[in-house]
C-alpha cells in the first residue's frame, strides 16, 4: 500500500501535490508517491491470501451454482452462493485444524511462497500495484457484501433463532448447552434478532458503493465481531464464518485508516484517499451492470425467498402442519407398560412425563434416562421435517423428540426419533457406510402412506421449489437407523384428553392417558413467529 496510507501526515492525509490537483490524483498514477519495498512486499502477500479466501476453490460451489433452477427457486439456491468459507486440506485429526482456522493457516502460507516468487520477478510498476490494490479492495468489499446479506437475511425475518418451542419452553434451563441458551436468548426478543439482521444488510449494502465502503465495512465489524466473540464465550459453531467477515472489514477500513485518525482522534483537516482507475465507456457499463445484478439478485429477490421460507417452510423447524386436535402440553394421568401400570415418579426412567405435541408434527416428552446430546446448531440445509432439529440440538435432561406422520384416516401416528448416531450421512465414523435400517424403510404400510401424503405436497404451493422436490426425494432415501414407535391416538372432542396405545421404540405395548394442561409462561407469545400452521 502506498505511504499516504500508512504514515500519518502533520495537517492532511495526502502530500501536497496530491492535495494542489485532487481531481487528476483521482485518474493518474504519476500523482500518487511510490510504494515502498515493505509495502509492496506486505501487499503481494495480502493480494495472494484475500484471492484465495474470496473465490470459491471447490466444486461443490460450482455445482450448485450451476444447478440452480431459476424458475423455481429456493432461498438457499441463492443463500449458498453467498455463503461459503474457504475450504483447502483439512487434517482427519480436529485437533490439528486450529478451531476450524486451519484454511487461513494455509492461506496465508500460499501467499507467502507466492509473494516470495512474485518478489523475484517483479518489475516494480507502481501502477499495477495501485491497480491491484484498487481491484482487490472491490473484490472483498463485494464478497463481504453478498455473504453478510444472505446471513442477514436470516435474521431479518427471523429463522435463524426461531422462538422456543413448547418442548423447549419445557425443558429445565440446566438441560440446555451455553450454545443453545444463547441461541434461545436471541429467539425470544424476535425484535432484537431482526434489528441485528437490518446492520447485517445495511452493511452488506454499503458495501456494494465504493464511496460506503468504509462505513460499511465499520457496521460489518462492530456487527460480526461481537457474533464472532459470542460464539467463543458461548462455545457456538460459526466463529470461523464470522470472524471471516471481521477479517474482511479490517482490510476495507485500513484503506482509510489513517485519514479517519487524523479526523477523529488529532482532530485535523483530512482528505481522504480517493484514487481509482480511469474507467470507458464499456467498462462504465459493465460495472453498472455488476452493481444492479448484484442489488437485484441479494437485495431483491433473495429478500422474496427468504420471506417465502419463513412464511412457510421454515428452515429450522418443521413446515408441515401438525394434527390440530392434539396441539398442546398434556399430563400423563395414566401410563402402562405392557399392561402392568406405572405410577408417577420423578425418578422413574419409562414412564413419560412433560408431553408436548406442536404445532408442526412434533411429540416431545422427557423421561429420567439421560440421552445423548446432539451438539449442533439445528439448521444446515435440511428439507425434510425430520432432519430440522431445532427443538432437540443442545438439549439434555431426558428430552425426547419424535416426528409424526399421521395417518388421520385411521387416527395413527408414526412416529421416528429426531436424533441419530453419526450425523454424517452414509458413513460411519471409521468412512464405511452405514447398513440400511429396513425395519425404518419398511414401518409405514403402503395403506398409511397413501393417506398420509406426500409431505412436499403440504406446504403452501408458493413456497414449492426445485431444491425442495429434489432435496426431500434425496433425504428419503437416507436409512440411517432410527428409533421408531407406532402409535393410535384417540381424543374426545376438543383434545382436552388423548389416548395413545400401540407399540413403544423397544416393541413394548403401551397405554397412555394424557389430559391437557394450560401451562403459564414468564415469556409473552410472540407475533413475530414462522412457519403457517
Sequence with gaps: MPSTITEAPEAISLPEQAAAKPAENKKEDSALPPWTSTEKALFRVAFIFFLIITIPLNGEWYANLFGINWLHLHYRDLYDVARFSPTLYKFDTPAYNLLGYIDWIEALLIGIVGAAIWTAVDRNKTREYNRLYYWLRVIVRYRAGIGIIGFGFTKLLPTQMPYPSLGLLNTNFGDFTAQKIYWLSIGIVPWYQVFAGVVELAAGALLFFRKTTTL????????????????????????????????????????DAVPIYNLIIREKFTTPFTWYPTFNRKWQIARFSLKTANIAIFLVLLFYLQYINWRYDPYKQPAVKGVSILRGNYKVSEFKLNGQTIPYSPLDSVRWRDVTFENWSTLTFNANKAVKLDLSNGGGAAMRDINRTFELTGTGGGKRVFYYDADTV??????????????????????????????????????????IGDEDAKINAVARSNRRTKGIASELKDKRKRNHMVLQYTANADGSQVVLTGKDEKKNDVYIVLNRVNRKYLLQDSKLVAGEY
Design 410 to 451: 385411521n387416527k395413527v401416528l408414526y412416529l421416528q426419533d429426531k436424533y441419530v448416531d453419526a450425523r454424517p450421512r452414509g458413513k460411519g465414523a471409521k468412512g464405511k457406510k452405514k447398513p440400511a435400517d429396513a425395519a425404518v424403510a419398511s414401518f409405514i404400510p403402503a395403506e398409511a402412506l397413501a393417506n
Design 216 to 255: 460499511g465495512a465499520i457496521l460489518l465489524l462492530g456487527a460480526l465481531g461481537d457474533i464472532t466473540y459470542v460464539n467463543f464465550a458461548y462455545d457456538g459453531g460459526v466463529h470461523v464464518y464470522a470472524s471471516y467477515f471481521v477479517l474482511f472489514s479490517a482490510f476495507l477500513i485500513l484503506y
